[in-house]
């Protein structure tokens, strides 16, 4: 419990946040355990103890495609007012900025080769060093670690306080990417699909509305070759097998909070900054944003 403790210290410490921290977290290491930890395995790059003392969180977001996690870890960044980091975004911008490494990503990409891990985590280590130097104060990752092997060099470029595992029901998560459009035009992400399935265990019924596009957006939709049923069940067959063992990874590390998401967004983000305890002064509006 102590890198959760640690995330809600984190969080207490930006003002316009009012955390409660729970029993549990009371028991927790707090900073001292976190000195500890810097000390004992040595690799706690965060600068001084005062820098330490203002961080906000240093989270990262996992979830298979499709369950939103993107949308999440955004609408948390804004909260927190640390940055989102996507690795997606990272390899994009890198091929965008001429020079050797884009001609590499050029090449990789052209040839439709995976990304290595070496070149991520170089994007993403630049990336951190060059927000502290920013003066940023934590930051949450997304779509990164994705494997077992990723989540062992993060572990030695940086420290992490959380790891939100976002779940959504089979079904719900099938529809969803079945659902998924965009617009040729303005690049906007819809999605068709509209949701409303029994409970589990006589839990309360899931249900999440479309998230259909404007008038003008609306002859452009393009839905992606490769949102099929088959082809969804086999990408979440996938995500399931590689990112099994980097949830133990995080698991063992008492770093893991797993989150079912029980609907949509208005339903899912009060209870998600509830499972993290934060309180959103603007939840109301927030959620129907
Ligand atoms: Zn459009």
Redesign the pocket.
């Known amino acids: 419990m102590s890198a959760i403790s640690r995330a809600i210290r984190a969080c207490a410490s930006r003002r316009n946040l009012s955390v409660q921290a729970p029993a549990a977290a009371a028991a927790g290491a707090g900073l001292a355990g976190r000195r500890a930890a810097a000390g004992r395995d040595g690799r706690d790059r965060r600068g001084g103890e005062e820098k330490k003392d203002g961080r906000r969180v240093q989270w990262v977001f996992l979830g298979c495609p499709g369950v939103g996690k993107g949308t999440y870890a955004s609408r948390l960044s804004q909260l927190l007012d640390v940055p989102h980091i996507a690795t997606g975004d990272l390899v994009r911008l890198a091929l965008a900025s001429p020079g050797p490494l884009a001609d590499q990503l050029t090449e990789i990409v052209n040839n439709g080769k995976l990304v290595s891990d070496e070149i991520i985590i170089n994007l993403l280590s630049k990336r951190l060093e060059e927000g502290e130097e920013k003066g940023e104060l934590g930051f949450i990752l997304d779509g990164f670690p994705r494997t077992i092997r990723q989540a062992e060099i993060l572990e030695g470029v940086t420290d992490l306080d959380l790891v939100i595992n976002l779940k959504l029901r089979e079904e719900a998560l099938l529809a969803k990417c079945i659902g998924r459009r965009t617009?040729s035009?303005?690049g906007?992400n819809f999605n068709v699909a509209s949701i409303d399935i029994e409970g589990e265990n006589g839990g309360p019924r899931m249900y999440m509305p479309p998230l259909l596009?404007p008038p003008?957006?609306e002859s452009?939709l393009i839905s992606r070759a490769d949102d099929t049923e088959e082809v969804v069940k086999e990408r979440l067959r996938v995500y399931h097998d590689l990112s099994e063992p980097v949830e133990e990874f995080y698991r063992a590390r008492g770093k893991l909070l797993e989150f079912n998401l029980p609907g949509g967004i208005p339903e899912s983000w009060p209870k998600l900054l509830q499972a993290l305890n934060i309180e959103d002064p603007d939840n109301k509006r927030s959620a129907a944003a």
């Open positions: 617009c035009q303005c906007g596009p003008e957006c452009k």
